[in-house]
């Protein structure tokens, strides 16, 4: 076991509904600490850099069309295992896919609109997390 910070994004979708708290609050019940966040518009260009490993997939231009579609909650999660833990409490990429208690079972519209996002590795939460956030602005 070891502590680790993740980057965890509240999608389009779920700000619409106001759901960021219901979302935090799974979060830290899972035993995550939110040490960073902010609410912001996504430019199209920042989403279409976010994603750019999925730039060959037929959902690309669709996926950055729904990212700016509206406000995001970006946030650094820590914790024991937090990469792993916050993909476990994220639930499948397709909400029909999902675990009952998971957020995306709990409140994704679909498989794009699937309600939040998390790094799938430790690399890349290193990289994702320095592409919103200051480590001056991460304070566990
Ligand atoms: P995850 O977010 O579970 O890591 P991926 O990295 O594979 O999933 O995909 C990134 C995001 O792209 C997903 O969260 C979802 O919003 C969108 N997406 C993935 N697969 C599809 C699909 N088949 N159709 C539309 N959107 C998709
Ligand atoms: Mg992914």
Redo the contacts with the bound molecule.
């Keep these: 076991m070891s502590k680790e910070r993740t980057l965890s994004i509240i999608k389009p979708d779920a700000t619409r509904r106001n759901l960021t708290g219901k979302i935090n609050a799974l979060l830290e019940e899972a035993g995550l600490r939110i040490v960073a966040q902010k609410r912001i518009r996504l430019t199209p260009e920042q989403a279409k850099a976010f994603?750019i490993v999925?730039k060959d997939r037929p959902?690309y231009h669709?996926?950055v069309s729904f990212m700016v579609s509206g406000p995001v909650v970006v946030q650094v999660l820590e914790g024991e295992n937090a990469v792993a833990k916050n993909r476990d409490v994220m639930g499948a990429?397709d909400p029909a896919k999902a675990e009952p208690h998971t957020i995306r079972a709990q409140f994704a519209e679909n498989?794009?609109a699937?309600s939040v996002?998390?790094s799938?590795s430790l690399e890349n939460a290193a990289g994702e997390i320095r592409f919103f956030f200051s480590e001056a602005e991460i304070v566990p």
Excluded: A, S, V
């Design positions: 994603y999925h959902f669709e996926l990429t498989i794009e699937n996002h998390g799938d």
